[in-house]
């Protein structure tokens, strides 16, 4: 098992930055990809990023290309998500998680991202 715990979330103006860190503990051993996925209000959850732990292959959902970051430091077994440029439309509980298998089995608390207009 992998356990994960999110932070840095809060209440930002639209243009500002923030930088999410994800803290993953357990069976870290076993992690092949971190990702990022984000549930807005009535919204179904959407993918966001990911990055593999061996190399640097990353994923991006068109929405945040060009805006949002993903990297990791496997040393500290930390994942993070910088986003730059938000928007009111990212506001959303943002979720680490990683995917050891096939799938994404193992999530996080989730972080609160809000974006004032």
């Known amino acids: 098992q992998v356990q994960l715990v999110e932070s840095g979330g809060g209440l930002v103006q639209a243009g500002d930055s923030l930088r999410l860190s994800c803290a993953a503990s357990?069976?870290?051993?076993?992690?092949?990809?971190m990702g990022w996925f984000r549930r807005a209000p009535g919204k179904e959850r959407e993918f966001v990023a990911d990055i593999t732990w061996s190399g640097t292959r990353t994923r991006y959902a068109d929405s945040v290309k060009g805006r949002f970051t993903i990297s990791r430091d496997n040393a500290k077994n930390t994942g993070y998500l910088q986003l730059s440029n938000l928007k009111p439309e990212d506001t959303a509980v943002y979720y680490c998680?990683?995917?050891?298998?096939?799938?994404?089995?193992?999530w996080g608390q989730g972080t609160q991202v809000t974006v004032s207009s």
């Open positions: 357990g069976r870290t051993f076993s992690i092949f990809a």
């Open positions: 998680a990683t995917r050891t298998g096939t799938t994404y089995a193992y």
